[in-house]
């Protein structure tokens, strides 16, 4: 059974860079056909899709959201990290990784449990 785990700061400053890791067991990241992912949710919000990085290594991101994203991995302690720069209290929401079995498929099958980021001065 796959188990995701976010961890990070629950509280950033305006103008900074939001860094998230998600930590995964009981599947490789490097794994065939798994999307690792990383969506979030706004308060009185719904579920809005930042990016992904594939079990390739390739990236794929948000149009709304590409310019200040990106996501990378390490391959030896099974993680992957979001990485949010120039963040806004607009960003402020509950961070979820999640594994997708297609890219951009929304055949979710794995999430963790969420991690509410503040943004605010």
């Known amino acids: 059974q796959v188990q995701l785990q976010e961890s990070g700061p629950d509280l950033v400053s305006p103008s900074q860079t939001l860094s998230l890791t998600c930590t995964v067991s009981?599947?490789?990241?490097?794994?065939?056909?798994?999307?690792w992912t990383w969506i979030r949710q706004p308060p009185g919000k719904g579920l809005e899709w930042i990016g992904y990085?594939?079990?390739?290594?390739?990236?794929h991101y948000s149009q709304s959201l590409r310019s200040r994203t990106s996501i990378s991995r390490n391959v030896s302690q099974n993680q992957f990290t979001l990485h949010l720069s120039a963040v806004t209290p607009e960003d402020t929401a509950v961070y979820y990784c999640?594994?997708?079995?297609?890219?951009?498929?929304?055949?979710?099958?794995?999430w963790g449990q969420g991690i509410q980021v503040t943004v605010s001065s």
């Open positions: 009981g599947r490789s990241i490097t794994s065939a056909y798994s999307y």
């Open positions: 990085i594939a079990y390739t290594g390739s990236t």
């Open positions: 999640v594994r997708d079995r297609k890219p951009r498929g929304e055949e979710y099958d794995s």
